[in-house]
C-alpha cells in the first residue's frame, strides 16, 4: 500500500499563487506516475496534471495550461503543483494520486491505483 499525504491548500484571491505538495509513504519501492485531480463541489472529478515516473513528460488539463506546473522530486516521494493565475473556478478539492509501476504520463481517472485524503482550495474572486 501507498499512502499520499497533501498540503498547502488554502484560500487566496483571484490571481494569487498556491503551492501543493503531495508526500508518499509506505511501498514506494516502485515507479509510480503521478497526477493531481480536482473536484468542485457538485461536480466531478477531473484530472488537472499528471507527470511520468522520470518528470520528462506531463498531461495537463487545457483549463490550466500555462497558469499550472507539475513537477516532483523522487528522492523527496513527493509531487507538486504550482498554480498561478488561480481563477475563481479553480475553487474545488485536489486531491494527489499515484498510478503505480507505470512509465507512463496517465490521462484519466482509471490508470491510478492510489489516492490522498484531498485539500481544499479556495479561490475568491
Known amino acids: 500500500q501507498v499512502q499520499l499525504v497533501e498540503s498547502g491548500g488554502g484560500l487566496v484571491q483571484a490571481g494569487g499563487s498556491l503551492r501543493l505538495s503531495c508526500v508518499a509513504s509506505?511501498?514506494?519501492?516502485?515507479?509510480?506516475?503521478m497526477g493531481w485531480f480536482r473536484q468542485p463541489l457538485g461536480k466531478e472529478r477531473e484530472l488537472v496534471a499528471s507527470?511520468?515516473?522520470?518528470?520528462?513528460?506531463?498531461y495537463y488539463l487545457d483549463s490550466v495550461k500555462g497558469r499550472f506546473t507539475i513537477s516532483r522530486d523522487n528522492a523527496k516521494k513527493a509531487v507538486y503543483l504550482q498554480m498561478n493565475s488561480l481563477k475563481p473556478e479553480d475553487t474545488a478539492i485536489y486531491y494527489c494520486a499515484a498510478d503505480r509501476g507505470s512509465e507512463r504520463t496517465p490521462t484519466f481517472l482509471g490508470e491510478f491505483d492510489y489516492w490522498g485524503q484531498g485539500t481544499q482550495v479556495a479561490v475568491s474572486s
Open positions: 507527470i511520468n515516473w522520470s518528470g520528462g513528460s506531463t
Open positions: 509506505g511501498r514506494t519501492g516502485s515507479t509510480y506516475a
